[in-house]
């Protein structure tokens, strides 16, 4: 009997130890986790000297990671790239994987070849990093298919040509024109109309539609819009048919690939020949600017080659839309991929913690963005400053004075913003501007992607259509080639808000109006504890 009661006693310890466990499961595997990476570090020194930079636990914990498809969502200035080379030199040097077996994909040809140089500069490394453009045209040349590629203007071209050489000779376009503009227009609504035409052809392809799909669009508009608004998107529709009609024979004509051709052929040909190389590990980096037709192209890759698959990105700095980037392919990655791992890098390098906490609470506000919580060793009392005058040339003279750094980077939201702050006393000298012997580049907010400056100065936050946000509501006809949708106001302007706030070491500098600043200004500068707002007298 008492043997009985001991045993149900110690069945009973059991349990309450057992749920206690439970309840603490992600306390216990992040114990040992940490316990493993210490190991790790100790054993292998290799992770305390990436690039000079010794990999923090988050950091670590990627490269150390085994699993099958992982998402590492990173924060701006976390080390992304530090993580990609710490991950790809582990591979080689400690798990002893042959360089030539990896594969690493980013989205910019400035972005590949710093990879490149900082791998082999200081590992002397060859690894196969492409763009997803240059990979297909490798695999496509690997199967003796030779094509010549496009300019990357070359739609624009021809979308120009057509305008100003068939529109003028054919009637039914000039009647097409007035439906849609009106009788009166101007050579903003022109470029605007051309500016829409690009997209959406550029969206058509980058999804790989049929051109049978255009019928499918003319039924949905011709049962969604008003009267008025179907005839306006059925001409529409008609001028894009036959640009782009034309664009694909002049193509054809010159044996041509545009980069949306270039994964697209590259996709078909995969599904009927097997690839000639196989790689064991896929890397990619800035993973939310991902298409649909490069997921599949990817993801056709990864199916041939059984490899193990680790994606790089951040979905606060999502700003490429209108070139096909569909984030929801990012936001749902458990979906696409099965037992996926997904970690998070948490600190930041690059930005004061007071930064961080406004434009991650401003990002935040739009709650299908992920939940993030960064970390930063930098302070500064108040790294906002809101510049408020009216007279844009004085006050980016006044604030290029005040500035005491070498490096000063000034970023507006489109590529003629800058024209209204400067005169006379400012000398252009190849991709810097020069004033009072100091020295600034600049920069829309989509080219300074990846980029930081000691401080940053903000132009053109004001209440516009061409401000910042832009207020130009895409042409509803958008909607049928675009497949990430939200409703949340100004979500992709928002997102490069972001970008802009977040390429600063220090400060960034904000020049505002007295009237008709930008509702995002008038958001930001409520957070009070951590932006400045200074008024010129």
């Not at 924060?75 to 992304?80: D, I, N």
């Not at 907010?445 to 895409?474: A, T, Y």
């Not at 600043?517 to 951590?530: A, M, N, P």
Request: aromatic residues 14%; proline residues 2%; contains cysteine.
């Amino acid at each position: 009997m008492p043997l009985f009661k001991k045993i149900k006693k110690n069945k009973s310890n059991q349990s309450r130890n057992f749920l206690k466990d439970y309840r603490n499961i992600s306390k216990i595997i992040s114990l040992h986790n940490q316990i493993y990476i210490n190991k790790v570090r100790k054993k292998y020194s290799i992770l305390d000297n990436i690039n000079g930079y010794s990999l923090d636990d988050y950091q670590s914990r990627v490269v150390i990671s085994e699993e099958t498809s992982t998402l590492v969502i990173a924060g701006a200035g976390s080390g992304k790239s530090l993580t990609i080379i710490g991950k790809i030199i582990y591979l080689v040097k400690i798990k002893k994987i042959n360089p030539q077996d990896i594969l690493c994909i980013s989205f910019t040809n400035d972005a590949t070849n710093n990879l490149k140089n900082k791998i082999y500069e200081n590992y002397h490394l060859n690894i196969d990093i492409y763009t997803f453009h240059k990979l297909a045209l490798e695999i496509l040349k690997q199967n003796n298919i030779s094509y010549l590629i496009a300019p990357e203007n070359y739609l624009e071209q021809i979308i120009d040509l057509f305008f100003d050489e068939i529109i003028p000779n054919n009637q039914v376009y000039q009647k097409a024109l007035t439906h849609i503009l009106g009788r009166r227009y101007s050579t903003y609504d022109i470029f605007s109309l051309k500016q829409v035409i690009k997209t959406f052809i550029n969206l058509f392809k980058s999804n790989n539609y049929s051109i049978s799909y255009f019928l499918v669009i003319l039924r949905k508009i011709h049962f969604t819009f008003n009267i008025k608004e179907y005839y306006k998107n059925k001409y529409i529709l008609l001028l894009i048919i036959n640009i782009y009609l034309l664009y694909e024979n002049e193509l054809q004509k010159e044996n041509a690939l545009d980069f949306n051709d270039m994964i697209n052929k590259c996709i078909t040909l995969l599904k009927k020949n097997p690839l000639k190389k196989h790689w064991h590990y896929i890397i990619i980096d800035e993973y939310q600017d991902t298409s649909l037709t490069k997921f599949n192209f990817i993801n056709e890759i990864i199916k041939q080659t059984s490899a193990k698959f680790l994606a790089v990105g951040d979905d606060f700095q999502s700003i490429y839309r209108f070139t096909g980037c569909d984030l929801s392919i990012f936001l749902n990655f458990s979906k696409y991929f099965k037992d996926a791992k997904i970690f998070h890098i948490i600190n930041t390098y690059r930005n004061p913690q007071e930064l961080i906490n406004v434009a991650g609470n401003f990002i935040m506000k739009n709650k299908k963005q992920q939940r993030k919580k960064l970390v930063s060793s930098k302070h500064l009392t108040k790294p906002i400053i809101i510049y408020y005058d009216d007279n844009k040339i004085r006050a980016l003279k006044y604030l290029l004075e005040q500035i005491s750094s070498k490096e000063i980077m000034v970023l507006g939201r489109n590529n003629k913003d800058i024209n209204d702050y400067l005169d006379q006393d400012f000398i252009k000298e190849n991709d810097f501007y020069i004033y009072n012997n100091i020295k600034f580049r600049y920069l829309t907010v989509h080219k300074s992607k990846g980029l930081e400056s000691d401080n940053v100065i903000l132009i053109n936050l004001i209440d516009s259509i061409i401000g910042f946000p832009s207020q130009k509501q895409d042409e509803k006809i958008i909607r049928y080639v675009n497949n990430y949708h939200d409703n949340f106001p100004y979500e992709e302007e928002r997102r490069l808000f972001y970008v802009a706030l977040t390429r600063t070491k220090n400060k960034t500098y904000i020049i505002c109006p007295y009237q008709g600043e930008s509702i995002f200004i008038k958001e930001i500068k409520k957070y009070s504890l951590y932006v400045e707002t200074i008024k010129k007298k």
